[in-house]
């Protein structure tokens, strides 16, 4: 009869495991950095990553990122130890009640107080272990959150910065192959991707670092490795029909597993492009639904219900239609999954049992052995278990990369070649305009307004004066000519048709372009009054939806008051007094010519009492051809026909 003895040496174990804790983290640091270098250079989904947000690892501030990662690291691989010494306590508790009970049943008082001490002590045990156990969690958790959130602030600045650079967000429309959602990529995918969770939105309860892929793979490769040697340690020899089979369990175990992945993976692959579709769809179908939002009088005014119901069902139709190819894949997937883990429960029991019975191991061997074997499993099907999770981090990866990509693209198309003037002038030399087909719009026009000219561009609906507009202002690539124009912030001002109206309170409206509380209260409200708009001038704290309570007429009021405000040298105005009567526009016009006596004004209006405020008239005569005259008699034309 053995008296009680303990798996480790608990007493020394603190120093053996800090030992186990730095090694194993170093060569898991060195390991991952490796294995995510090569992933970065020999896979797509790498390289576009790396593209993506490669530079929040290598940018200023690299220093603290690393830092970061390398606290979560040493999280995942304490997490490990913990639980292989939870392993080894488990099976000191039972071993020990083994030892007791055996020595109750046989009268042999040392063997059961071996056993007994043997028992508390592993309790013990336990509460230390649940102690750091708990505190770990709680920091892994914590730290996670922070990480993926600091990651993300970066990645959104980064990609709304980029798509706002050059204008990417107006001109990637003209690019080949447009990309959808570019809104969704940016509140959605990035969540995604820093967060590394998969494919649904990031919460703080949604776990620490097991969770996510990288950490959690780093995590299941350590534990199978630590488990891989507990578990080799209690195998035993099997004899099947009179061949044996030495370590048995452990390799039944692997290629168990094994066989189990590679199933997995073929059944879980078509998971990849159902997720992608997915997140398209549904954004789709969101998108319509702000788009219905927005234009909500026009489509009641239409009574156009119907028409927009026809058009929801139709896009929500794809949405039901990949769910439920969605919905398959995963049921099929998670069935294998499941009857996998069901199935290999019994296994250890089955090949360890006879030799607990044989007395050649005791019960808390038999016991850690099922825990190694669970550990080993459950790490190796990690990967298959988080085959959707990757799949749709992967589709984010893509669609970001895209959303980048585009940004690129739009940045490179060509436009009007823009250079500042010596002094306040206009000139435009050899500006053609054409459609995304070729038609002409415009053919090469040179151009010169000096201080305080005025130009009016007419021609009939179509010929292309809203376009020359987009030309000058960059943002029409298919064009070519060069324009000098004064280049100062806010020194040339274009005004669409309706003015942009953003969100806030009325001073940040008005103050538009300019940052909010950049204009002074005072100004603010006598600009107002300059403009027709009293009864708003006591509303500048009043945060609305502006858009949609101010009238088109007010609209185009609030443009002017911009532009008295802002003072540019040169301003562009496109039909901007349409939806004002003729007293409105002439109170308009008269206030930017006496109180900005030396601005140009270029404006495109379709009425001919615009012509009174103008000095010069651009005539378009469609398909290409133009005419230049003066409003003032005795002046010569110009023409290109
Ligand atoms: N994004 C686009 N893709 C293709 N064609 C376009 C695009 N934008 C404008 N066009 C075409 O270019 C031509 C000129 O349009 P533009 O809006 O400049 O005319 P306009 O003279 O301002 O008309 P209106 O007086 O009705 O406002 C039209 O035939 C229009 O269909």
Not at 568 to 577: G, I, N, R, W
């Amino acid at each position: 009869m053995e008296l009680f003895t303990p798996t480790l040496d608990w007493g020394s174990e603190l120093w053996a495991s800090l030992e186990w804790i730095a090694t194993t983290w170093a060569i898991a640091a060195l390991c991952t950095v490796g294995v995510l270098a090569l992933i970065g250079r020999l896979t797509t989904w790498g390289r576009q990553f790396w593209r993506v947000t490669g530079a929040y690892f290598t940018g200023p501030g690299r220093g603290r990122v690393w830092v970061r990662l390398g606290a979560l690291l040493l999280s995942v691989v304490v997490g490990v130890r913990l639980s292989v010494l939870f392993s080894y306590q488990g099976n000191d508790m039972l071993s020990a009640l083994q030892v007791a009970v055996q020595g109750v049943a046989v009268g042999n008082a040392p063997m059961r107080a071996s056993g007994e001490r043997g028992f508390w002590t592993s309790l013990l045990i336990f509460c230390v272990l649940a102690a750091a156990h708990i505190a770990r969690l709680l920091l892994d958790l914590s730290l996670l959150q922070r990480f993926a959130l600091a990651w993300r602030a970066w990645l959104t600045d980064r990609l709304t910065g980029d798509w706002l650079d050059g204008r990417a967000y107006y001109r990637s429309r003209f690019i080949d192959g447009t990309i959808d959602n570019p809104d969704q990529r940016i509140q959605s995918d990035i969540d995604v991707v820093t967060a590394g969770y998969g494919p649904l939105p990031n919460l703080p309860s949604n776990g620490g670092t097991s969770g996510t892929l990288l950490f959690g793979a780093i995590s299941a490769i350590t534990s199978m490795v630590s488990f891989t040697s507990i578990l080799w340690n209690l195998s035993g020899t099997l004899t099947v029909l009179g061949a044996d089979l030495p370590k048995a369990m452990f390799w039944i175990g692997l290629v168990y597993v094994l066989i189990a992945t590679v199933v997995a993976f073929r059944i879980g692959k078509p998971i990849i492009w159902l997720a992608f579709r997915n997140e398209k769809y549904n954004a789709a179908f969101r998108y319509a639904l702000v788009r219905l939002r927005d234009a909500a009088e026009a489509v009641a005014f239409y009574r156009g219900e119907v028409a927009e119901r026809a058009g929801l069902r139709r896009l929500f139709a794809p949405v039901v239609a990949n769910y439920k190819r969605y919905l398959n894949r995963t049921v099929g997937f998670n069935a294998w999954n499941l009857t996998i883990s069901q199935s290999i429960v019994p296994l250890p029991y089955l090949l360890q049992a006879p030799r607990l019975f044989a007395a050649e191991i005791r019960l808390g061997d038999l016991n850690q052995s099922a825990s190694a074997f669970n550990e080993i499993q459950s790490g190796l099907s990690f990967f298959r278990n988080a085959y959707d999770a990757f799949a749709g981090y992967r589709a984010a990866i893509i669609r970001l990369h895209a959303l980048v990509v585009a940004d690129e693209q739009a940045r490179a198309l060509p436009e009007v070649t823009t250079l500042p003037s010596a002094g306040d002038e206009v000139r435009l030399h050899g500006v053609e305009v054409r459609t995304p087909d070729a038609r002409q719009l415009l053919q090469p026009l040179d151009l010169r307004l000096g201080t305080g000219d005025t130009l009016v561009v007419s021609g009939p609906s179509g010929s292309g004066k809203t376009t020359l507009l987009r030309s000058l202002a960059e943002l029409w690539p298919f064009t070519t000519g060069t324009l000098v124009r004064p280049c100062g912030p806010n020194e040339t001002m274009f005004l669409s048709q309706l003015p942009y109206v953003p969100l806030g309170d009325l001073r940040a409206v008005v103050t538009y372009p300019g940052e909010e509380g950049s204009v002074d209260d005072k100004t603010l409200r006598d600009t107002l009054c300059e403009v027709a708009l009293p009864h708003l001038a006591d509303r500048l704290d009043e945060v609305q939806d502006w858009a949609k309570v101010l009238s088109p007429g007010e609209q185009q009021r609030v443009a002017f008051a911009r532009i008295l405000l802002t003072r540019p040298k040169v301003v562009f105005l496109d039909e901007s007094t349409s939806a004002l009567n003729e007293d409105l526009e002439f109170r308009l016009y008269r206030l930017v010519r006496t109180e900005l006596p030396g601005t140009i004004v270029v404006s495109v209006s379709h009425r001919s009492t615009a012509m009174q405020h103008h000095t010069q008239e651009l005539e378009l005569l469609g398909d290409g051809g133009w005419r230049l005259r003066p409003l003032k008699d005795g002046e010569p034309e110009t023409y290109r026909l």
